[in-house]
């Protein structure tokens, strides 16, 4: 034994009655773990106090219910008898659901990246017992290969380092933890001082940027593996819908994108809805998993694109087939059991599909989805089968695995292909819905059914369909209900069956939920969601505000500040979600233009200051950003509505939904009469009147003689003469969206 392990106690044997601790977690994810041998332990306190007991290190794996490797990792390894009892032996082991805890989640993936250069899940990182870094990686095999040892390799190997070299590791721990404590300094966002100006010129620059790594053939951005760059298309459509140089080649850039996607192995094209990323560069081996993020993001976009107008690569027709179709799928496949029953608390929507179906005791990645020609054949004979086969890309060499290949055009059909697919369509999913289906992860996330609330609400709108407005309001209502703690004024991230529980939210949830009642009151007109907005926007202005600088989590482990250096993290960039500073700067920015808060337009303004760095560096990791300051130098428009309800006051009110200003804000006079349905009532389900007192932006804007509906249209609260017609009110529009804000 060297002279750095001299004097150290002898390592403490797994106490006997150690087991695995996950049985009781409300988390899918972690219930898929608790009949393993290994002694998996919920992140806290007691797993690290544990850790320090027996002077051992911690080996924490994180990752989520729908993962393919979690599960191929899991069955490899954490199913294994000798390998759980050596990590038994010489670790504490800690699962983390990365969706439950993505504050323990970023500050961990940013230790990983920084160690071993590569991040995802599952990640394995290895811990002092005060939480700090010092080995990491994502999936290691059961067996060594090709730069990647085992994981038996890699345990023996961190536990002799511990043992043998436990200065070293100890120090390297410190350093780490102080790199990424001065990473948070260096992306600090100070709300102190006045606010900075914001640069016009950066947008355009971030567009040139973005143009320099689009993939024109393939659709999207950079190599495989493909994400949808959700967030980065909404600055663009935001950009494109302002007259400048560059809106152009931003209107191509999403329109490219968008039709790769739609018409890609990415998108169900018999169920809807899209896959979580593509392992290829023309998006047609998808990863099958389907998220509640991903498809309310990119509900909210393609709905964009038909408010925008589309363009000849990729029409506003099909754009809003897609729309609806993802629309349909969210409700029918991820949509739980209303709570308290049909006049309870409304329903939201769960988090996630698998990527794997269970076919014979094994887990087997996307086979739900996957076709052969003799399959096809099959079930619509064999002209039909043959032709959907080569319409479908499905050929006699599977591109996935034994199970086929996945049904995409990869193009745009012609009117005879239209109609072979929609004879086929109905006939092969009900065949797809007699195979065995993937597992859904039913635990609610706050953010998410706020994305989704926002998504389908303009949906609701943009496409005619009242339906998903409804769904909008019930999920909006669940959210209030079940989430909201009215006494504390905090919302609670995650609930399962109906009961919250466990940590309060961080700043992104809070921000998608603010920004999911803005839009549901610009398209329904009841304040009382504004409200409900602006008690989320009030909340988190003081949550998240901590000596003077913005972060992402209020309170938190130990062990994940002193990960970090102590300090409380702040992550200014787009992920999985657009980045928690981003919406929260785009709610602020909202907040203000309908209340008048000249407090909250300094701080989204503070908040914008993080563009400058981003803009031309890494646009596609800013696109939240870049769209919020689309908004921002757009005004952005303030529009309010008055008069009383009736088809002139909707003809006003719908065209302002459909108008594709950046950010534009809609303040709709409530009719005095409308109540909060049964599934909003605070208790025993009865409605309730709304609350009276008008939103600021509807003050003193009278309606027109003899009390007719009239529109304003105003910037900072300072407006322009209202017009009565929907056609003046989108000639002033296009007016005002080009000649950007006043000064």
Known sequence: MNSESQGRPAQEAAPATASNALGGEPSAYLRQHAGNPVHWQPFGDAAFAAAASRDIPVFLSIGYAACHWCHVMAHESFEDRETADYLNAHFVAVKVDREERPDVDAVYMAATQAISGEGGWPMSVFLTPEGLAFHAGTYFPPR????????????????????ERRDAVEQNATSLAQSLSDAQLSAAVTVSGPPPLLDPDLLPAAVASLA?????????FGAAPKFPPSAVLEFLIRHAAVPS???????????????AMARSA?????????????????????????MLYDNAQLLREYVHWVRLGGNEVFSAEEAADVAVRTAEWMLESLALDPVGGSGGAGFALA??????????????????YLWTVEGLQKVLGDADGGAVGRLMNVGQVATVSEYGSPLHPARRLDSAETELWARARPTLLTARNLRPQPARDDKVVAGWNGLAVAALAEAGAVLGRDDFTGAAESIAAYLERVHWQADARSLIRVSHAGTARGMDGLLEDYAFCAEGMFALYATTGRTHWYRFAERLVHSSSSRFVVGGRLVDTAGGDGQVRAAQGGQAGLDPFDNATPSGAAAFAGV?????????????????????????????QAPRVAGWLLATAQAALAGPVEAAVVGPPGPERTALHLELLKSASPGLVIAVEDDGGAEVPPSDAPSGGQPVPAEPEAVPLLADRPPGPGGSPLAYLCRNMVCERPVATPEDLRARLELMVGAGPVS
């Open 588 to 616: 602020l920015l909202s907040y203000a233009a309908l209340s008048g808060s000249a407090e909250h337009r300094a701080l989204a303004a503070q908040v914008l200051a993080l563009v400058p760095p981003l803009a031309g």
């Open 266 to 290: 990415l998108f169900d094209h018999l169920d809807g809805g899209f896959a979580r990323y593509s392992v290829t560069r023309d998006w047609s081996v998808p990863h099958f998993e389907k």
């Open 351 to 368: 988090s996630s599909l698998d990527a794997d179906s269970v076919v014979d005791g094994e887990h087997h990645e996307g086979a739900a």
């Open 245 to 259: 140089d560059t809106a152009l080649a931003a209107r191509d850039m999403a329109g490219r994108t968008l039709a």
């Open 144 to 163: 060594p290969m090709p730069g990647r040892p085992s994981f038996r390799q890699v345990l023996e190997a961190v536990n002799d380092a511990w043992q």
């Open 212 to 220: 320099r790594s689009e993939d024109v053939t393939g659709g999207g």
